[in-house]
T-cell receptor
Framework: GESVGLHLPTLSVQEGDNSIINCAYS??????FIWYKQESGKGPQFIID?????DKRQGQRVTVLLNKTVKHLSLQIAATQPGDSAVYFCAEDTGFQKLVFGTGTRLLVSP | KAGVTQTPRYLIKTRGQQVTLSCSPI?????VSWYQQTPGQGLQFLFEYFSETQRNKGNFPGRFSGRQFSNSRSEMNVSTLELGDSALYLC??????????????FGPGTRLTVL
């Protein structure tokens, strides 16, 4: 099923490149942020999270950076692979599991 | 461990009808959240339940309602369906934790089409 908007910003990269996806959040009081990946026909899949007492967190091939001063998140994917092609959403938890999602970025990886 | 399951996966209804969607959380998870996803509005929070109590609610009309059972399974209901209710409805569950801020695991969604 369709899971994406018609006019999502798109990032096109070559396989092996590093990808950077950016996101601005709205609530300066939010203290928990998550990146999700959504493939066509599937629900969002957790990638990595970060709490406001950190400014960087690394996972396997992914890094999230948090800049609280300008309310900005970024997701860095190292050595991007075709299987990374999906829509990526940032989300902020505004309390009691209420996630406010960004509009999403479509990542297209060419072999 | 089985993931979040949602039934049905696809549903077609006509305007004015009502619909009930079901969500079974991951075993041991007590928090269930519902989201609506549309191309125009993106992912929007509907409501969240924990131990059969609604703890949080988004900005949707009263036609959207939900409930949670003692086994943590949840249902959401939409009455008097409108064309604009056509969307992917996603359910997410979270492990127990005080106040939230826990990772949410999403199901595959129910695709509702209103004709």
């Amino acid at each position: 099923g369709e899971s994406v908007g018609l006019h999502l910003p798109t990032l096109s990269v070559q396989e092996g490149d590093n990808s950077i996806i950016n996101c601005a959040y709205s609530n300066s009081a939010s203290d928990y942020f998550i990146w999700y990946k959504q493939e066509s026909g599937k629900g969002p899949q957790f990638i990595i999270d970060i709490r406001s007492n950190m400014d960087k967190r690394q996972g396997q091939r992914v890094t999230v950076l948090l800049n609280k001063t300008v309310k900005h998140l970024s997701l860095q994917i190292a050595a991007t692979q075709p299987g990374d092609s999906a829509v990526y959403f940032c989300a902020e938890d505004t309390g009691f599991q209420k996630l406010v999602f960004g509009t999403g970025t479509r990542l297209l990886v060419s072999p | 461990k089985a993931g979040v399951t949602q039934t049905p996966r696809y549903l077609i209804k006509t305007r004015g009808q009502q619909v009930t969607l079901s969500c079974s959380p991951i075993s041991g998870h007590r928090s269930v959240s519902w989201y609506q996803q549309t191309p125009g509005q993106g992912l929007q929070f509907l409501f969240e339940y924990f131990s059969e109590t609604q703890r949080n609610k988004g900005n949707f009309p009263g036609r959207f309602s939900g409930r949670q059972f003692s086994n943590s399974r949840s249902e959401m209901n939409v009455s008097t369906l409108e064309l604009g209710d056509s969307a992917l409805y996603l359910c997410a569950s979270s492990p127990p934790g005080a106040g939230g801020d826990n990772e949410q695991f999403f199901g595959p969604g129910t695709r509702l089409t209103v004709l």
